[in-house]
């Protein structure tokens, strides 16, 4: 499946005054983040825990005004961005596809609820015997 203008930016724009930043995405989409809403979504170790082990940010900390003030934001590679926090903090890579898959937008995350919707009533551990054919064969 050829989809990766979903995945790709042809700008990004970081207000560090507003604490906000934009994406275009090559399929005409546009997401924006908030600073808050960003730091939310730190897909690092430490935030997001590892080996099974759940991060910082699954216990639901209160977050201070530095550790949500973006500070900086720089490109890393052509695939991720990584925002400089107030606090320091600057280990979490967010990658584009991440970005776009949690895009805050109305029509995104209503995208997101229907999808979670479909696959409320099945149960993962029955994914083995229940594969999906996706029609008769
Ligand atoms: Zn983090
Ligand atoms: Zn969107």
Redesign the pocket.
């Known amino acids: 499946m050829q989809d990766d203008a979903r995945a790709r930016p042809l700008r990004i724009d970081a207000d560090r005054a507003a604490g906000t930043v934009r994406l275009e995405w090559a399929d005409g ?1 546009q ?1 924006t983040y908030d600073a808050t809403t960003l730091r939310w979504l730190c897909p690092c170790a430490y935030c997001r825990g590892e080996a099974g082990l759940p991060g910082w940010l699954d216990s639901n900390p209160t977050l201070t005004a530095d550790q949500t003030k973006l500070v900086g934001l720089v490109l890393v590679g052509n695939y991720a961005v990584q925002p400089t926090w107030g606090d320091g903090h600057d280990s979490g890579f967010h990658s584009f596809m991440l970005l776009r898959e949690q ?3 109305d ?2 995350a209503a995208d997101r609820a229907r999808r979670q919707a479909d696959d409320g009533g099945q149960p993962s551990a029955s994914a083995g015997d229940r594969h999906w054919h996706g029609g008769k064969g």
């Open positions: 989409h997401t895009c805050p937008c029509a995104c």
